[in-house]
């Protein structure tokens, strides 16, 4: 892999195994009165969500834990990391190199590259079941940028800490 590496210890949680989809989020947005976001045209049906704030996106998933009794948040930049290289520490759960057909991005191969997102579940789901973790659509994160690399060091983040906050998995016109 590139970058530098941080070791930190986590505790155990789970993840969507899909994006979340325009179909689910229409739901909570007519649910909690919200505008829906655009879809810039390339429909709805089937489609990942896409022009969603970090707020609407962790809104999102306190209405899902209201309506289900479960305990859901936006997963700490830490987590996203761990569970969409399934536990390796490569680039990507398959390895470092990009391989096509694997992702939607500018340069991998697939028929959506720098054209627009993929429907949800279109590549082959990671060894953990997860789908899509690599381009597509960026993902929000509950971490934020300051400081940069977040402390402490067990990749926890403070959920009201201000500031931009990071998003991960790329997009279908970001670079491999």
Known sequence: ???SRKR??????????????????TRFAEATG??????????????PVINVSFLDARSYARWLAQQTGKHYRLPTEAEWEYAARAGTDT??????????????????GSQWDNRQPAPVGSFAPSEWGLYDTAGNVAEWTLSSYRPYPYKPDDGRDNPRAAGTRVARGGSFYDRP
């Open 34 to 47: 919200r505008k829906i976001p655009l879809d810039d045209g390339w429909g709805r049906s089937g489609q």
């Open 8 to 25: 930190v210890c986590l505790e155990g949680y789970a993840v969507s195994t899909h994006e979340i989809g325009f179909d689910e989020y």
């Open 91 to 108: 680039l990507y759960w398959w390895g470092d190199d990009v391989e096509s057909g694997r992702a939607n991005c500018d340069g991998c």
């Open 1 to 3: 892999g590139s970058g």
